[in-house]
C-alpha cells in the first residue's frame, strides 16, 4: 500500500537522469524527500497535492463503539495542457490539486511553484524537474522579433503551406481510394446518355418529318 521516499527518489533520477536536473535540485530533493517518509502507492501514479488516505474511527451512536476506518482522497483523471510541451499530459489528480491547478495558472505555473517538499508524488516530481529544466533551456534561447510586414509574410507561407498540404491530401485519398475513376466512369454515363437521348430526340423528329409530306399528298 505505501513506498518510502528512497525508492522514489531513486525511480525519478532514473526517469529524468542526473544530468538533466538542474543544479541544485537533486540536493534539494533529498532534503525534501527523506528515507524514512512513506507515501501511498497510488500516489506515484498522480498529482495529489498533499491529499493520502487518512485513518480514523467511525463511532457509533448508541454505544459509542469505535471501529477503524479510512478516507481517500477524490482522484480524477484530467488532460492539463502544458505550454512548454505544446501538448496535453494525462495525469490522475485530485480535486485539491486541480484547485490549487487552476489557482496557479496551469500546470506549468503549479509545477513550477510548488516547492518539493510539498510535491510529495513520484510522477509530480518527475514533471517539476523535467519542466525546470525545459523552462531553463527556454531562459538561455536568443529572442528575436520580427516586424509586422515579415509576420504577415510568415503568416502567408503558412497558409499557403496548409492549402498545398490540403490539396497533396486530397490528391493521396483520390490516388488511394480511386475516387477519380469513379469520377471519370460518372462523366463518361453522363456523356452517353446525352448521346443516346439525342439520338431518340432526332429520330423522333425525322419521323415527324416523313408523316408531313404523305399528309399533304392524301389531303391533296
Known sequence: MAFRGKEMMKKILKKVGENNLAPGVKDSLKKCIPDSKIVMNRAKRGIF?????????????????KSRRNWKPNVQEKRLFSYILDRHIRVKVTTHALRCIDKAGGIDEY???????????EIGLFWKAKIEKLYEELGQMEVVFFSPEDEAKFEQGFRDLKLSERAARKE??????????????????QADR???????????????????????????
Open 172 to 189: 493521396a485519398r483520390r490516388r488511394m481510394y480511386g475516387s477519380s475513376t469513379q469520377h471519370d466512369q460518372i462523366e463518361e454515363g
Open 194 to 220: 446525352a448521346g443516346s437521348s439525342e439520338e431518340v430526340a432526332g429520330s423522333e423528329g425525322g419521323s415527324h418529318g416523313d408523316d408531313g409530306p404523305q399528309q399533304c399528298v392524301a389531303n391533296a
Open 49 to 65: 497535492a498533499g491529499r493520502h488516505i487518512q485513518f480514523g474511527n467511525r463511532i457509533s451512536e448508541d454505544g459509542g463503539n
Open 111 to 121: 509545477l513550477l511553484k510548488t516547492p518539493y517538499h510539498k510535491m510529495d508524488t
